[in-house]
């Protein structure tokens, strides 16, 4: 079913607000539906029952915002403190900006905290204040390297913004594996299958049930080139978030355990380059056959989210359904 934004936005803070700070919650309300928005439901709404039942559960604290240490002039330790990932990861945001000024470069390593949502919303922000910013995470291993058959590393988002010119920003978000957790688990709510080549179910063989895969084992994207990145950023973020590695991290996909994976945001503050003419020229290259033309990453999404606005989103009755209930019933 379609809803309106402003339904979603509504509904899904009651259901939060019974367990959650206001403030805290609206900014994981944001993250949440930023990315219902953009078209990326494995980071969407269909998180919050969880969001919620972690914190009936004692893994979460709603209240925390994280506790934050300078080791160095430029590099900043957070203890999340079991928060709610967006608030812990804006706090520590706000603090690099704060610092970043003065050092040109500031890095935070978080630990202790809880999933942070797409990355993309971090990164385009930061852009869009004129900055540049690098954001990494790890999760639970679900990708298996490549040519193995067990999941052992995360997969590792990357996100990348960069102020362009005018106001205008430029930001990619990816991760290292072909798909998300969050897409399968979005696949199977809604009984859809999943390209064959995107994951191995327990037994380590290639599926096409959603069902399945949520057991097994995410494949890298681009073969043997993704496992190489998604292992460098797996020892990169734990190394600076001083966060648990490999099969040891979880609390991302459950209900109640700590959640023990790393965060890493890099930001700069260097000069203003005027990049818009080179985009210029990469959307009016002419489309190879089949094509309907040259895309910079993150405009597929902004296109949507414009869409999304206008007609309504796109969640999953079990999705809604659920969110309805936690909130109480529709108004």
Not at 44 to 52: A, S
Request: net charge negative; charged share 25%.
């Amino acid at each position: 079913m379609n809803i309106q934004e402003s339904v979603l936005r509504r509904v899904a803070m009651r259901a939060l607000v019974r367990v959650a700070p206001e403030e805290n919650a609206r900014q994981q309300v944001d993250l949440l539906l930023e990315a219902d928005l953009r078209g990326v439901p494995s980071h969407g709404l269909l998180r919050l029952p969880r969001v919620i039942d972690r914190i009936a559960n004692g893994v979460t604290d709603p209240a925390a915002t994280g506790r934050h240490e300078w080791l160095a002039e430029g590099y900043l330790d957070v203890d999340g403190g079991r928060g709610l990932g967006p608030v812990v990861a804006l706090s520590a945001v706000a603090a690099l900006k704060d610092r970043v000024a003065r050092t040109g470069i500031a890095v935070a390593g978080v630990r202790n905290s809880n999933h942070i949502g797409m990355l993309g919303y971090y990164a385009e922000a930061a852009a869009r204040d004129g900055l540049t910013m690098i954001a990494l995470s790890t999760s639970e291993a679900l990708v298996h390297p490549w040519g193995g058959r067990r999941a052992m590393i995360g997969t590792n988002p990357i996100a990348i913004g960069v102020p362009v010119g005018a106001g205008e920003v430029f930001m990619m978000d990816t991760a290292t594996g072909v798909v998300s957790m969050g897409e399968i688990y979005d696949h199977a709510n809604r009984g859809q299958p999943i390209p064959d080549h995107w994951a191995l179910d327990a037994e380590g063989r290639p599926t096409t049930d959603a069902t399945a895969a949520k057991s097994g084992a995410i494949a890298p994207f681009g073969q043997a080139k993704g496992y190489a990145l998604g292992l460098a950023f797996e020892l990169l973020v734990t190394t600076l978030a001083q966060s648990a590695i490999g099969r040891a991290v979880q609390g991302t996909l459950d209900d109640d355990r700590v959640c023990n994976k790393g965060d890493v945001f890099i930001l700069i503050d260097g000069p203003a380059v005027d990049l818009r003419g080179y985009l210029e020229e990469l959307r009016a290259m002419p489309a190879v056959e089949g094509a309907n033309g040259v895309l910079i990453p993150g405009e597929r999404g902004r296109a949507c989210r414009e869409d999304r606005l206008r007609s309504g989103v796109p969640v999953a009755d079990e999705v809604w359904h659920r969110i309805v209930e936690l909130a109480g019933g529709e108004e």
